[in-house]
């Protein structure tokens, strides 16, 4: 069993275009997040839910919209893809509000052509 | 912008050898100091975490030294096999009350068998 799943893995989209990765996470935590991975491997934050309410909003293009429907789901609206948004985007969830266990998911690779 | 700066960028052991990586940060917040492995493909899984409150924490071959004061805290690797081989990332918690960790930039470790 997965705990945490994100969709789809891979995806290779033009430039201009909006695409959306769902992530759902069958731990029972409370809390979940979208980080992004650079070519260097650099992790960086952008969004942090805890119960469906949101608590980090990093400096991210508001071309990037996150949505919580419940707990267990927190899902990544991109819009008008760009080149520099080509990256590997990771779910995670945690227990609690610190984020000092995260679980991470398998990551989505984005291309953007 | 806070940092959590990681040293080295790479490294490479013989199998059997010890790899130390370490791990140095700017916050005070106290909480959990985490190291996470990443294989290629997968996302970053924690593998030994240390509360601020003990200097040493062991887990089979993983030892963390967290040293407060000197705000640096490191992984210890014994015996190091090629199953190793991942890129490794220390997190330290954010600004009190920000409810984030901030990720370091990631070792390379190579084992050689």
């Known amino acids: 069993d997965t705990a945490v799943s994100q969709t789809p893995k891979y995806l290779v989209t033009q430039m201009g275009n909006d695409k959306s990765i769902k992530c759902e996470q069958n731990?029972?935590?409370?809390?979940m997040y979208w980080y992004k991975q650079d070519s260097k491997k650099f992790l960086k934050i952008m969004f942090s839910y805890n119960n469906k309410e949101l608590i980090i909003n990093e400096t991210v293009p508001n071309r990037f919209s996150p949505k919580s429907p419940d707990k267990a789901h927190l899902n990544l609206h991109i819009n008008s893809l760009e080149l520099g948004d080509s990256a590997v985007y990771f779910c995670?969830?945690?227990?609690?509000?610190?984020?000092?266990?995260?679980?991470f998911g398998e990551g989505s690779w984005l291309t953007v052509v | 912008q806070q940092q959590v700066k990681q040293s080295p960028q790479s490294l490479i052991v013989q199998k059997g050898g010890i790899s130390i990586i370490n791990c140095a940060y700017e916050n005070t917040a106290f909480d959990y100091f985490p190291w996470y492995q990443q294989f290629p493909g997968k996302g970053p899984a924690l593998l030994i975490a240390?509360?601020?409150?003990?200097s040493e924490k062991k887990e089979g071959r993983f030892t963390i030294s967290f040293n407060k004061s000197a705000k640096q805290f490191s992984l210890h690797i014994m015996d190091s096999q090629p199953g190793d081989s991942a890129t490794y990332f220390c997190?330290?918690?954010?600004?009190?009350?920000?409810?984030?960790?901030?990720f370091g930039t990631g070792t390379r470790l190579k084992v050689l068998a």
């Open positions: 995670a969830s945690s227990p609690g509000y610190s984020g000092n266990t995260i679980y």
């Open positions: 731990l029972g935590h409370d809390t």
């Open positions: 240390i509360r601020p409150d003990v």
């Open positions: 997190a330290a918690p954010g600004t009190s009350g920000t409810y984030k960790y901030i």
